[in-house]
């Protein structure tokens, strides 16, 4: 054959070492999927050694040995009885609240020291706030999130003349527009809090 056909010879290992070390790499894959380590339901299961005192973890599928006690975490137990009522919170610090539906009436269940008689709805998309029993430092306003169109713009003043309003000068006021070139009024249910 001579110095020629050696070269041109292929060696036969290549296929074989090829094909074990992709057979391995499979075996290692199913060895991943198989270990389950916690196991499906949560469970992480270990081995206490009474003797020695010492704590593996297996898979799921493994047994401890004879000298080892099994140890489960993590389980899902029956559930408890509902604990003793708690104590009542402190009181809120906001001078006053409301929860004021679109036609202008406050919502009692859902405010304190604010009620109907202190607002005037004048106009759609306006709401005067007087006669209230405190002097409002700070007022913020949240739209209800059901109503539609859901998104309009807020317009909150305190202690400051509105011409939409009344009094000349009121405690507060809220106007809802959409944000449009002509600042169209809409009426709108809204929480108001007053600090």
Same mark, same amino acid.
């Given at each position: /054959?001579?110095?020629?056909?050696?070269?041109?010879? $292929? *060696?036969?290992? $290549?296929?074989?070492?090829?094909?074990?070390?992709?057979?391995?790499?499979?075996?290692?894959?199913?060895?991943?999927? =198989? @270990?389950?380590?916690?196991? *499906?339901?949560?469970?992480?299961?270990?081995? =206490?050694? !009474?003797?020695?005192?010492?704590? $593996?973890?297996?898979?799921?599928?493994? +047994?401890?040995?004879?000298?080892?006690? @099994?140890? %489960?975490?993590?389980? /899902?137990? +029956?559930?408890?009885? @509902?604990?003793?009522?708690? *104590?009542?919170? @402190?009181?809120? !610090?906001?001078?006053? &609240?409301?929860?004021?539906?679109? #036609?202008?009436?406050?919502?009692?269940?859902d405010s304190k020291n604010v009620t109907t008689s202190n607002i005037s709805r004048t106009q759609q998309g306006s709401y005067?706030? %007087?006669?209230?029993?405190? !002097?409002?430092?700070?007022?913020?306003? !949240?739209?209800?999130?059901?109503?539609?169109?859901?998104?309009?713009?807020?317009?909150?003043?305190?202690? &400051?003349?509105? +011409?939409?309003?009344? #009094?000349?000068?009121?405690?507060?006021?809220?106007?809802?527009?959409? *944000? %449009?070139?002509?600042?169209?009024?809409?009426?709108?249910?809204?929480?108001?809090?007053? #600090?």
């Amino acid at each position: /054959m001579g110095f020629t056909s050696l070269l041109l010879r $292929r *060696p036969r290992w $290549r296929p074989v070492l090829i094909g074990l070390s992709g057979g391995a790499g499979l075996a290692l894959i199913a060895a991943g999927v =198989y @270990a389950s380590i916690p196991a *499906p339901n949560g469970v992480i299961n270990g081995c =206490y050694q !009474t003797a020695s005192g010492k704590l $593996r973890v297996i898979d799921s599928a493994a +047994t401890c040995r004879a000298d080892e006690t @099994a140890l %489960n975490w993590n389980q /899902m137990g +029956t559930q408890g009885p @509902a604990g003793p009522q708690g *104590p009542a919170g @402190a009181p809120g !610090t906001a001078l006053g &609240f409301a929860h004021v539906l679109s #036609n202008g009436t406050v919502v009692a269940a859902d405010s304190k020291n604010v009620t109907t008689s202190n607002i005037s709805r004048t106009q759609q998309g306006s709401y005067c706030f %007087n006669g209230l029993t405190f !002097t409002p430092k700070s007022v913020v306003v !949240t739209q209800e999130a059901t109503q539609n169109p859901a998104f309009v713009r807020a317009d909150v003043n305190i202690q &400051f003349g509105f +011409t939409g309003c009344a #009094n000349a000068v009121n405690q507060a006021a809220v106007i809802f527009n959409e *944000p %449009n070139a002509t600042l169209t009024l809409v009426d709108s249910s809204f929480f108001i809090v007053f #600090n």
